[in-house]
């Protein structure tokens, strides 16, 4: 099954990850603001902000069912260290999508509050994180 990695961002931190990973591991890159992404395996990348995610990504996931979409690993960028974007899984699991159960917290910054992250550590846990989801296929 093919892998592509997709984001959706608000401040450039899921786009910086997902280009980070598409690099390493030499996978696509998508923009969902662009439209759809490819069929297959699809590595997610998004922010929680304000403890949700937001809702133009979820309406914009709508397009997204079984038979495009087989399998999905999330990849979640937050300021808070503690954050799981339960919005989305409930989301997707609404549309019948297979979401993987582990799921990576990277970290973000947000004005004052770890403003350096994600750092290249970051980007290198995510990537690492991703090749190993790949594996468990």
Request: include cysteine; charged fraction near 25%; hydrophobic fraction near 40%.
């Amino acid at each position: 099954m093919d892998t592509s990695i997709a984001y959706w961002t608000r401040t450039g931190h899921s786009r910086k990850i997902a280009e980070h990973i598409g690099n390493t591991l030499k996978l696509p890159v998508h923009n969902l603001r662009e439209g759809p992404p490819p069929r297959g395996h699809l590595v997610l990348v998004s922010g929680i902000y304000a403890g949700k995610s937001d809702p133009k990504m979820l309406n914009a996931l709508q397009a997204l069912t079984p038979d495009t979409t087989p399998r999905l690993t999330l990849v979640i960028t937050c300021a808070s260290p503690d954050a799981r974007d339960l919005d989305l899984r409930k989301a997707l699991a609404s549309q019948g999508l297979a979401v993987d159960e582990k799921e990576h917290v990277c970290p973000g910054g947000f004005l004052f509050i770890r403003f350096t992250r994600p750092n290249q550590r970051d980007l290198d846990a995510a990537a690492a994180f991703v090749k190993e989801a790949i594996k468990q296929a």
